[in-house]
């Protein structure tokens, strides 16, 4: 840049400590320029991004008093205060010690070190003795001196001084040491060709105020140069959480396909999360190792159903064999958090009228099992589901479906492998291909539902598509989230930095 | 989860070449492979098939899904022998009723081979036999025990034998709270009067099922060649598969197997193991209108071959070791792995239905606009919380509060269902004072109660907001803007009794008609201090319930 632009550029802060970089420290400059350090310190480094001048620190350790040790200094060490106390009694019980030198317990024992370090004094049975001679007593501790030269620079202390001061650090607040940091400006060559110019700031226009626009007073002025290339401070807005904003995308997925959604509780009986999904009662996804139960029950209200699933269980239906045990209604009673959104499926097939097929339902929301919470497992996760009832859907058209599904969820290759849920029968797992990672990822499970489950429910058996993945893995693999505990974590600001979901 | 694992060597042997065509194959036949290197190859098998679990089924099931040794395997039975009887006592009817037991002869064992059946003994254990309860397996040297033999019931002090790997003879009593076997099962006979025992003709104890054999005449060993094999449990059908998988898997590592007669007083006289199949006809139509194929009747069996069925005159003769042919449904199943999904070519039926969303949903969505339109930032958190965090960081002592959902087991102290988002926002607050403020934070979601007058558990949506720095003025603009954008009017006032997190005469109630739908107000200092939080904090919180079913 040539001067005239440098000129041009720089800010009514940056003309008045220009002349005056010469001086030696910034306190200087802040006296002589009549500006506060925070607004020097920030002109020096704009300088210096305007390859005006370099800037280097020297630091400098310097050894101040503490609060403890601006006490002493106007009190006296607690040992000075014992000494004078012991000058007069000579010896004198700990106890009565403590009580007419008004010590605390810990300054008391400091004294006591102090002194038998430096052999002033003994104690036997409890008292204390004075020993030493007059001299020795007024004369003054290197403690003491050491606290009254303070502050020091750290590297001028002599090797008596360090070691003074080792052990006064070792004291409660005796001595604080900070870190000084003093600036070194050197002008560049373009700088010191600067500092000759007469810089004045009449022709130039600063902020545009309204006074600036109503006066127009910009008229034949020129408007200073901005640093345009110079970082600005991170600007953060309101936004949804990111869990949310791929929940709401899902749900535009769904109804784009015809589905309407399905809502309902989350603490459900066993009847809907399990027997009504032909899960037999001693399934070890029934125990208390694997699902939230809540001691409580719920009256099964629709009796005809109840008989039927009992029917289902028992001895089959539709030509099944059934699990052939004896199905425990009281079992079914017992609520649960509910492990599975497909607990919703079965209440909304309950409801629906068979005059009204075709019928595509979906649900979306969160699930829960016991687990423990590391970066693998949690006891909280997202499902999204789709049902599909119709007399006339088939295997091909769950293909068909998925494939739809996860290619508007960005996944272009998925592959369906064969699978077990006591509930579908064929079963499928649903791996998606990830194209960077080049890899298949298990997405979840699908199939069609069993007729055990659907007799019931329908009174006859009407094929239906059912799929349910996960939906974590997914957003975790778009965020880039390696930590499951991350999803919930409420970091504001990495909620403030996180990217909003773009699909 | 049950894996299954053998040597990458074997698999290539005796199967095929693991390249990258028949890993998919592995996974396409419905066995996934779950880890494979130069030295070993772990698979995944589902609950449903069992006969799975070992080397010798797996082999057995996948050739044929290869197309080799296609159709129902045939497995030579040998009639009893003399004294291969077992007589079940009547002691024993209301503690453990059934058994299905088998003899082995000519097996050639080594270290390796008794590790690999120990194996499969557990694998079914924990699957098929859910983790014992349901059934459980003992396999005997044939040579140390002397035929026949009996099932029958002890009180727990009169049951004595020294258990696997122990020198000490125990009781039944001794060997629960002694062995880790006892330990991890013993409540599986906790309660019982009496134990059940194997026995022999000479009065000597084989084993305490469901928990342990004897050392001295109920363990295998390299030079035993004969077995006897026994299952015991509750239902004769499910012992009799569990049996079947076993033994034919005995059967394929060399050995040749006899029957057992069982005798009970309850029930007539039977012979175990017994392979007769099981038949079920499936209808060509149903296969192919729920496959969306169009297969021939001998297409489909051929199909049907590959998964180890036979057919004949339009029945399917189904394998006595499988488990899981509840209905013809699960034939098609099996006709469709077989025919290959990757074979299926996917399709949209054309059917127009109607999209459409949860009201409440949209309404929810809305909401997050106004406030996002705010400045607000969405946090989410968990539905279930600790009592502490619900609790005592809330100012209420823990043991004054009856009122809430709790686990009846947690891995985790998250133990309890959230009674409102109040404590969480704080939480949240609490866990970012490092963080640059202003935090304006909002959540939507449920929170979960129990209504006093009815004992019922209540779920509903709730919508609570959060500023730090902030004071009830800001607070309560927010409020009005809020449902004036929602075009709802309430009401304010102050309320009767203020909550204790909130400072008095700095919080309201808020009413939709005469319904009250929450409260805001400046969170107490006390408060704060509890959590740490060193910024006036203004909060509120709504019952969303109202507004939704608007």
């Known amino acids: 840049m040539d001067t005239k632009k440098i000129i041009e550029s720089l800010s009514p802060n940056e003309r008045k400590i220009l002349p005056h970089l010469d001086e030696k420290s910034i306190e200087d400059i802040c006296r002589k320029s009549n500006l506060d350090k925070v607004s020097v310190t920030r002109s020096l480094t704009y300088l210096q991004n305007k390859k005006i001048l370099e800037l280097s620190y020297i630091v400098k350790k310097i050894v101040d008093v503490g609060i403890n040790g601006a006490l002493y200094r106007k009190k006296g060490l607690p040992e000075r205060r014992l000494m004078h106390l012991l000058n007069e009694k000579r010896i004198i019980s700990l106890k009565d010690a403590q009580k007419e030198s008004k010590l ?51 590297d001028s202390l002599s090797k008596e001084q360090l070691s003074v001061l080792k052990y006064l650090e070792g004291r409660k607040d005796i001595i604080r040491i900070e870190e000084e940091k003093s600036a070194v400006i050197k002008l560049t060559e373009p700088g010191k060709k600067l500092i000759g110019e ?25 408007f200073r140069r901005y640093d345009v290339t110079s970082s600005v401070p991170l600007m953060s807005g309101g936004k949804r959480h990111f869990v949310n904003q791929s929940i709401d995308y899902a749900r535009t997925v769904w109804t784009e396909m015809g589905f309407k959604e399905m809502s309902g509780n989350m603490i459900v009986s066993s009847f809907w999360n399990f027997d009504a999904l032909f899960t037999p009662q001693d399934h070890s996804v029934r125990e208390m190792q694997d699902t939230f139960f809540i001691n409580k029950k719920d009256e099964l209200q629709d009796k005809k159903l109840t008989k039927s699933v009992k029917e289902s269980h028992e001895e089959g239906v539709g030509g099944s064999k059934g699990w052939e045990y004896a199905w425990n209604e009281e079992e079914a009673k017992k609520l649960v958090l509910r492990t599975h959104t497909t607990c919703l499926s079965a209440q909304t097939l309950a409801k629906l009228n068979t005059q009204q097929l075709p019928a595509k339902y979906f649900a979306i929301g969160k699930n829960f099992r016991n687990e423990t919470l590391d970066w693998n497992h949690g006891f909280e996760f997202n499902q999204t589901e789709g049902i599909v009832a119709d007399r006339n859907v088939n295997f091909r058209h769950l293909l068909g479906y998925l494939k739809q599904f996860f290619k508007k969820m960005g996944f272009e290759k998925i592959r369906i492998r064969p699978s077990y849920f006591p509930y579908t029968e064929p079963s499928v797992e649903i791996d998606v291909w990830h194209p960077e990672k080049k890899m298949w990822l298990e997405l979840g499970g699908a199939g069609i539902f069993r007729p055990e489950v659907t007799i019931p429910l329908f009174g006859e058996y009407i094929p239906v598509l059912a799929w349910g993945p996960g939906f974590d893995r997914m957003l975790m693999d778009y965020y880039e989230i390696k930590d499951l505990r991350e999803l919930y974590k409420n970091n504001i600001d990495k909620l403030r930095k996180m990217k909003f979901w773009i699909k | 989860m049950a894996l299954i694992e053998f040597s990458k060597k074997q698999f290539e042997d005796e ?115 859910r983790k014992r309860k349901k059934l459980a397996i003992g396999i005997y040297p044939l040579d140390k025990i002397k035929l026949p033999l ?105 050995g040749k197997i006899y029957q057992m007669e069982i005798k009970s007083g309850i029930a007539k006289k039977i012979l175990t193991p017994d392979f007769t199949p099981e038949k079920m006809r499936l209808s060509t139509e149903n296969t192919n209108k729920l496959l969306g194929l169009e297969l021939k009747p001998t297409q489909i069996e051929k199909l049907l071959e590959k998964m180890g069925y036979d057919c004949k005159k339009g029945e399917v003769y189904i394998p006595s070791w499988r488990t899981d042919v509840l209905h013809e449904v699960d034939l098609i199943e099996d006709v469709a792995i ?48 600790s009592k502490h965090n619900q609790f005592t960081s809330m100012g209420v002592p823990e043991k004054q509060e009856k009122s809430f959902i709790e686990m009846e087991s947690s891995k985790t102290d998250f133990t309890i269902l959230r009674k409102d988002l109040t404590h969480y ?126």
Not at chain 2, 181 to 204: H, S, T
Not at chain 2, 211 to 238: H, L, M, P, R, Y
């Open chain 1, 104 to 154: 605390s317990d810990d300054e008391l024992k400091a004294s006591l070190g102090a002194l038998k370090k430096k052999a002033m004094i003994e104690i036997k049975n409890d008292k204390i003795i004075l020993g030493g001679n007059k001299e020795d007593v007024s004369k003054k501790f290197a403690e003491e001196l050491f606290l009254e030269s303070l502050p020091l620079d750290y």
């Open chain 1, 198 to 222: 007469k810089l004045t700031s009449e022709n130039m226009i600063e902020q545009i105020t309204p006074e600036v626009l109503q006066g127009e007073a910009w008229k034949g002025k020129k």
């Open chain 2, 150 to 254: 009996t099932f029958s019931a002890l009180e727990p002090d009169k049951v004595k034998f020294i258990p696997l790997d122990s020198d000490k003879e125990m009781s039944g009593l001794e060997i629960l709270q002694k062995t880790a076997a006892g330990k991890e099962y013993a409540q599986l006979l906790a309660g019982k009067q009496k134990f059940p025992i194997f026995v022999d003709a000479e009065d000597k104890i084989l084993s305490m099922p469901p928990i342990i054999n004897s050392q001295t005449i109920g363990k295998v060993a390299e030079d035993t060649k004969d077995v006897f094999v026994e299952c015991s449990g509750f239902d004769q059908k499910v012992l009799g598969r569990c049996l079947n998988i076993l033994v034919t898997c005995l059967a394929d590592m060399g």
């Open chain 2, 425 to 550: 926002l704080l939480k949240t607050l609490a866990e970012n004072v490092d963080v640059e403020y202003p935090h304006r934070v909002f959540e939507i979601g449920k929170v979960f109660n129990i209504e006093s007058k009815t004992d019922q558990i209540k779920e509903h949506e709730s919508l609570a907001i959060a500023l730090a720095p902030g004071n009830f003025t800001e607070m309560k603009q927010m409020l009005e803007y809020l449902f004036r954008m929602l075009g709802i009017k309430i009401s304010i006032n102050e309320p009767a009794s203020v909550p204790s997190h909130f400072i008095e005469g700095r919080c309201i109630g808020i009413k939709i008609g005469d319904t009250i739908i929450g409260t805001l107000g400046e969170i107490h200092p006390k408060i704060l201090k509890n959590w740490k939080i060193k910024m006036p904090v203004a909060l509120m919180e709504i019952n969303l319930e109202l507004v939704l079913g608007r």
């Open chain 2, 338 to 385: 077989a025919y290959g999904y990757e074979n299926f070519i996917p399709e949209i039926p054309a059917v127009s239905t109607i999209g459409e969303e949860d009201k409440k949903e949209i309404l929810k969505r809305k909401i997050a606009e106004i406030l996002t339109g705010l400045g607000l930032l969405e946090i989410s958190n968990y539905h279930l919380t």
């Open chain 2, 15 to 129: 199967i095929g070449k693991l390249d990258e065509e028949m890993k998919e194959k592995v996974a396409m036949f419905g066995t996934p492979i779950d880890h494979l290197d130069e030295q070993k190859v772990q698979i995944e098998i589902f609950p449903n098939r069992p006969d799975l679990l070992s080397f010798q089924g797996f082999r057995r099931a996948f050739r044929a899904f290869l197309g080799k040794d296609t159709g129902l395997r045939e497995y030579k039975i040998n009639k009893p022998e003399k004294n291969y009887l077992i007589s079940i006592a009547s002691s024993v009817k209301d503690i453990r009723p059934f058994t299905a037991c088998a003899i082995i002869k000519g097996l050639k064992l080594d270290n390796s081979r008794i590790k690999e059946i120990m194996e499969i003994q557990e694998k079914l254990h924990l699957t098929m036999g």
